[in-house]
């Protein structure tokens, strides 16, 4: 199903520096809490990310990202996701994060 480009315009997408990365134990499927510094704008997120299977969580801190930040806040458990960190799936069901090529700045939207 197409989207028109005024749907597009409503998802609201940003660049992010993982400040934190604790595990999930709770999770269901293997995840880390993510704690996401968007910039002044939108400041501090939290984030459930199942990328366990490429990443550790000491490679993860002060790693840029791309999120989604206007959905709804979902509770996980005991844990409150508050945004949705973006990445492509691969056929084993590891997820490779999307990032910006370059060091910028927390909060820019992407287009």
């Not at 597009?8 to 992010?16: I, K, Q, S």
């Not at 993982?18 to 002044?40: C, H, M, W």
């Not at 930040?69 to 996701?81: H, L, T």
């Amino acid at each position: 199903m197409d989207l028109t480009w005024n749907e597009f315009e409503r998802t609201d997408m940003r660049v992010g520096t993982i400040i934190e990365v604790n595990d999930f134990p709770e999770a269901r499927k293997p995840a880390y809490q993510l704690t996401i510094d968007f910039g002044s704008e939108i400041g501090i997120r939290k984030s459930s990310a199942q990328i366990t299977k490429r990443y550790q969580k000491e490679d993860l801190v002060n790693r840029q990202i791309v999120a989604v930040v206007n959905f709804p806040r979902k509770q996980i458990g005991k844990f409150m996701s508050e945004c949705l960190v973006l990445g492509a799936v691969g056929e084993e069901g590891d997820v490779i994060l999307l990032a910006p090529d370059f060091k910028i700045e927390n909060g820019l939207r992407i287009g």
